[in-house]
């Protein structure tokens, strides 16, 4: 069993930052890709921000230039640093780790930014 469990969401107002955590553990052997996803009310589930085991990383539009994924592999969690915050970035954040073919998926954490 792989466990991922996410941290760092919460209320911001616009302009804000925020980091999100998310931590694996369990059987962990190889993760060769992770990263985040977040879903709105009313709109389909979206990569924000991806980042594969050599390190390179994708980001969704919406996140150039905002958003930064970066890992911490000695503790096997990876990181997403999201700054000037828009309300419309307002989602449920998944993080998701693919483990030999298999992805798994955090419980998600509400992010919201309202002023």
């Known amino acids: 069993q792989v466990q991922l469990v996410e941290s760092g969401g919460g209320l911001v107002q616009p302009g804000g930052s925020l980091r999100l955590s998310c931590a694996a553990s369990g059987n962990i052997f190889t993760i060769n890709n992770r990263g985040w996803y977040r879903q709105a009310p009313g709109k389909q589930q979206e990569l924000v921000a991806g980042i594969t085991n050599g390190g390179s990383t994708t980001y969704a539009d919406s996140a150039k230039g905002r958003f930064t994924i970066s890992i911490d592999n000695a503790k096997n969690t990876v990181y997403l640093r999201m700054d000037s915050l828009k309300p419309e970035d307002t989602a449920v954040y998944y993080c998701?780790?693919?483990?030999?073919?298999?992805?798994?998926w955090g419980q998600g954490t509400q992010v919201t930014v309202s002023s």
């Open positions: 998701y780790a693919e483990i030999l073919a298999r992805v798994y």
